[in-house]
């Protein structure tokens, strides 16, 4: 009988030890001079136990930044599964003899620069494909359907200094080059503004109002203003001097229609001529008042785009912390919600994400979301919450390699590539950062030998760099 009482005994006395250890390396961490004035939260739990380690604040909600993305991308696998692929489909109108619809289904990866392959590769395919199947015809129509999640592309709640730029690029039906260009400078006349020299990819009909200075300092402090299908952009704030070619990139007004006037030039050279380039863009601002059915129907089809599966999509969105497939993948979770193109798959994805975690038995009632990539400011969490995620997907989850191997490896990959680097946990975490301005926070896992933790530090509002913030969260992390 003593010998049975001894192990749970010992465990406790080894639980109550490691916990007292924990609980005072976080007051250390938050008797940290940058955090005086700052909002901490922090949830670590024991995998196996289930047990909270460490708490503070751990039920309040606050700023997570890309940290929101696990939600994002956990529920995406949940709900599709990771071998889930986006489909365009290339095909001819049964109602108009004359017309190829290109019909988009949100995919994110058309001529992404995510997965080093040649942006213009797919066009070349579906050029020749087109020129194998398609009936002979003085010119052809293009028309790009790009409706599915209509046109608002970005979140409302997204600040106006951030409309315009790569990072907050929006999101439809049709996207093509990550929706990104780049704009050259050449900025070795120190005594005048940046010269712009060209755009890449070539977008007709953009304009910029030039307002850049140059800066000795090295650094990109450059800014792209413009709204969604506006083709007038301003530029400004600072970038460096004495360049030869130096660029920052924004986002595509009108993804759709640049990828259609792409697909004609290939189409040009292959010997099929197209005489008109059209999206759907139009017919869906006349139609979205009284619902009607779209304007073409859906004939022979003559190719089919697969992406790649959802699995690497993920692994991008949590390793590079990419905003623009988040968005992506989280209005086709909306839309598979509900199909309805004019319904807003954004609110759609918003309460679907909140039904199903409630359905799990986590509760969100700590969860504010105004995006999926977490750069709306009024986005918000508990770190309790992201434990409980993190937990689920660890121990409940069909998906739990899927989703564990899409986080960075600490001092290894991508937005982690230099947290915790040469530590005894560099490679025994992983995990999603988020930072902005005021905001810095890290949620995922920690696995080292019979350490297995799911963890949650969020820090709002300190008065000190982001690295040095970075470096206190470190070495309360090393202290688990």
């Not at 066009?123 to 020749?128: K, R, T, V």
């Amino acid at each position: 009988m003593l010998m049975k009482r001894k192990i749970p005994l010992i465990f406790f006395v080894v639980f109550l030890s490691t916990s007292s250890f924990a609980q005072i390396s976080l007051q250390q961490f938050l008797n940290t001079p940058a955090l005086k004035h700052a909002t901490v939260g922090v949830c670590v739990k024991d995998l196996e136990t289930n047990k909270t380690l460490v708490a503070h604040n751990a039920d309040k909600s606050l700023t997570p930044a890309s940290t929101l993305k696990l939600i994002t991308t956990a529920t995406a696998l949940e709900l599709l599964g990771p071998d889930y692929r986006y489909v365009t489909t290339l095909a001819l109108d049964a109602d108009n003899p004359s017309r190829i619809l290109v019909l988009g289904s949100g995919d994110p990866t058309l001529g992404s620069d995510a997965f080093d392959e040649d942006p213009y590769a797919f066009l070349s395919q579906w050029a020749d494909a087109l020129k194998s199947s398609l009936p002979q015809k003085e010119a052809w129509e293009l028309y790009i359907v790009d409706d599915l999640f209509g046109y608002e592309g970005v979140s409302p709640q997204w600040t106006w200094e951030d409309l315009g730029n790569y990072y907050a690029a929006g999101a439809y039906g049709i996207s093509v080059f990550d929706n990104t260009y780049r704009i050259y400078f050449d900025t070795t006349d120190r005594n005048s503004c940046p010269k712009i020299l060209r755009t890449d990819p070539i977008i007709k009909g953009l304009s910029f109002t030039n307002y850049l200075t140059l800066n000795t300092s090295g650094k990109d402090n450059g800014y792209i203003f413009g709204a969604p299908f506006s083709y007038e952009r301003a530029i400004r704030g600072n970038i460096p001097a004495g360049r030869v070619s130096f660029c920052i990139k924004g986002d595509i007004p009108d993804p759709a229609l640049l990828l259609g006037e792409k697909l004609g030039e290939y189409l040009q050279k292959s010997g099929i001529n197209v005489s008109i380039v059209k999206t759907a863009r139009t017919d869906y601002m006349l139609h979205v008042c009284n619902k009607t059915p779209p304007s073409y129907r859906v004939g022979e089809v003559l190719y089919v785009h697969r992406s790649r599966p959802l699995s690497d999509i993920v692994r991008e969105i949590n390793v590079e912390s990419n905003n623009h497939f988040t968005e992506h993948v989280f209005r086709t979770i909306g839309r598979t919600r509900n199909a309805d193109i004019y319904s807003d798959p954004l609110k759609e994805g918003i309460d679907f994400v909140n039904t199903f975690w409630e359905s799990k038995g986590i509760s969100t009632s700590s969860l504010f979301m105004y995006d999926g990539c977490g750069l709306a400011p009024q986005d918000a969490v508990s770190p309790v919450f992201l434990c409980n995620l993190l937990s689920y997907m660890h121990k409940k989850s069909l998906y739990s390699t899927v989703f564990f191997n899409s986080l960075p490896k600490a001092g290894e990959e991508g937005t982690l590539h230099y947290f915790m680097n040469k530590t005894k946990y560099a490679g025994k975490i992983r995990a999603k950062s988020g930072s902005i301005s005021g905001v810095q926070c890290y949620a995922g896992y920690l696995m080292d030998g019979n350490k297995k933790y799911a963890f949650a530090v969020m820090v709002n509002k300190f008065t000190d760099t982001n690295a040095q913030i970075r470096t206190a969260i470190e070495k309360f992390l090393l202290s688990l």
